[in-house]
């Protein structure tokens, strides 16, 4: 059975009188990886911030399983343009040891850059070294406020590898918000579609199909989603084309090869 690693039982937040997070039900466990999705102010970050414990909630409850560590790479971080810092110096900040620094940005493959500037960093980079940062307590859960944002497409293909990557290497739990809905319904396992209130929850495929998704980004969008998810029943050449095998059956073969 798979651990839990947080467990949200009946969360609320109201915030200035107003409800934020409207009972919400939801569990990590160790192994899922779990994107929250939503239009902009439907309370994900103000979700995230709670499981994180730097939210309070109004009522609920939520477990964490105990000695749980938490790895959080945030939505923003204002680097103060004035004050020269190193990647270096930015790690170090975190009280660890440089072995464990370095092996944190050997993990997310920018080791390189330990001597350099964190002003001079591309977005895809910055990215990387927040996350190694996130990873030097070894985490059991990984919580990533949008980690692509600032990421060119390839870049944010590959950030979702790694994260996927960091998953199954560290054996942690992973949920991070993402606005990108064609990554998230390509790459995640799970979806959380929050509008203060869970909307829908689930696969990527079975969600794009409920009608609750649906009515949140419409059905042009829940169209383009679901066809990251046809069944793979087939194996292709080398020249990509597609070759029958003994299982096939009709395949309705959309792009996303
Ligand atoms: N301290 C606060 N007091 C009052 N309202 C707040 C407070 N913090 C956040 N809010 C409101 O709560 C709502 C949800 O904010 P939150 O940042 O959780 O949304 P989000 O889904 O992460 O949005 P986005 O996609 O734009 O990042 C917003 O309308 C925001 O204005």
Redesign the pocket.
């Known amino acids: 059975m798979t651990e839990a690693l947080v467990t949200l039982d009946d969360v609320s937040v109201t ?2 009188g ?1 409800s ?1 997070v409207d009972h919400v039900q939801l569990t990590v466990s160790r192994g899922d990886i779990i994107t929250v999705i ?1 239009p ?7 979700l995230i911030k709670a499981i994180l414990g730097l939210q309070s909630i109004s009522s609920g409850r939520i477990r964490r399983t105990p000695g749980l560590r938490l790895g959080y790479v945030p939505q923003h971080i204002h680097f103060q343009p004035t004050l020269p810092l190193t990647v270096k110096r930015f790690m170090a900040l975190t009280g660890a040891s440089p072995a464990n620094c370095r092996a944190a940005l050997e993990r997310t493959a920018v080791n390189h850059l330990y001597e350099s500037s964190i002003h001079h960093l591309s977005g895809g980079e910055t990215q990387r070294v927040l996350i190694a940062r996130a990873l030097v307590r070894q985490p059991d859960l990984l919580v990533l406020d949008e980690p692509a944002q600032g990421v060119d497409v390839n870049g944010q293909a590959e950030l979702y590898e790694l994260i996927r990557e960091l998953r199954d290497s560290l054996d942690c739990g992973v949920i991070m ?1 993402s606005h990108d809905l064609h990554l998230v319904m390509a790459a995640t396992d799970k979806v959380l579609c929050l509008n203060q209130h869970v909307c829908c929850s689930g696969y990527p495929e079975q969600i794009s199909h409920d009608p609750a998704f649906v009515e949140l980004f419409g059905r042009h969008v829940a169209d383009s989603v679901a066809i990251y998810h046809h069944h793979h029943n087939h194996d292709h050449n080398l020249h990509g084309d597609v070759v029958d095998n003994a299982q096939t059956e009709t395949c309705h073969h959309h792009a996303s090869h």
Do not use: H, R, V
Not at 40 to 46: L, M, R, V
């Open positions: 915030l200035g107003q934020i939503g902009n102010g439907a309370g994900k970050t103000t918000i």
